[in-house]
């Protein structure tokens, strides 16, 4: 476990240390998925850096890949029911050094950019329409 991280848990108990690791896990994940590799610690670049938007958007990418049906489920538990909230996790891991911020960065970026609950159950439809059918078929 990582002791920053912990010890954001221990001053703001909100979230779960799941969610922090869950977010930096997304980060990568989304600057993977854009070709915006982590840069060498010697590259000034700005190539590595994603947007508000982008993370929100790979945040939930990879919620509904690794969780399903329950991604909702599972980020209630962790405390993260908006936009707003995955946008508190990043700038507490940015101001423990875990992750890193650009200066066009801003907590706003994260407001209220969309249902975040909706978003997790998207392409999810739960019917009973084919379990009748086949039940009158027998």
């Given amino acids: ?15 779960a240390y799941e969610a ?5 896990e997304a980060v990568t994940y989304t600057q993977t998925k854009l070709g915006r590799m982590s840069p060498d610690e010697d590259d000034p670049s700005d190539d ?5 938007e982008e993370l929100l958007r790979g945040t939930c990418e990879l919620a509904i890949r690794e969780f ?3 991604a909702p489920v599972v980020f209630k538990q962790w405390g993260v029911r908006t936009t ?11 101001h423990v050094k875990r992750l890193s911020k650009s200066d066009r960065d801003d ?3 994260f407001h209220d950019l969309f249902d975040l609950y909706q978003a997790l159950t998207e ?4 019917t009973l329409g084919d379990a009748t059918a086949k039940r009158g078929e027998r």
């Fill in 1 to 15: 476990m990582d002791p920053r991280i912990l010890e954001l848990c221990r001053e703001d108990s909100r979230f």
């Fill in 20 to 24: 922090y690791e869950f977010v930096c």
């Fill in 48 to 52: 590595h850096h994603v947007s508000g």
């Fill in 68 to 70: 399903g049906m329950m």
């Fill in 84 to 94: 707003d909230n995955i946008g508190e996790i990043v700038f507490k891991l940015i």
């Fill in 107 to 109: 907590p706003d970026d």
């Fill in 123 to 126: 392409g999810f439809a739960l």
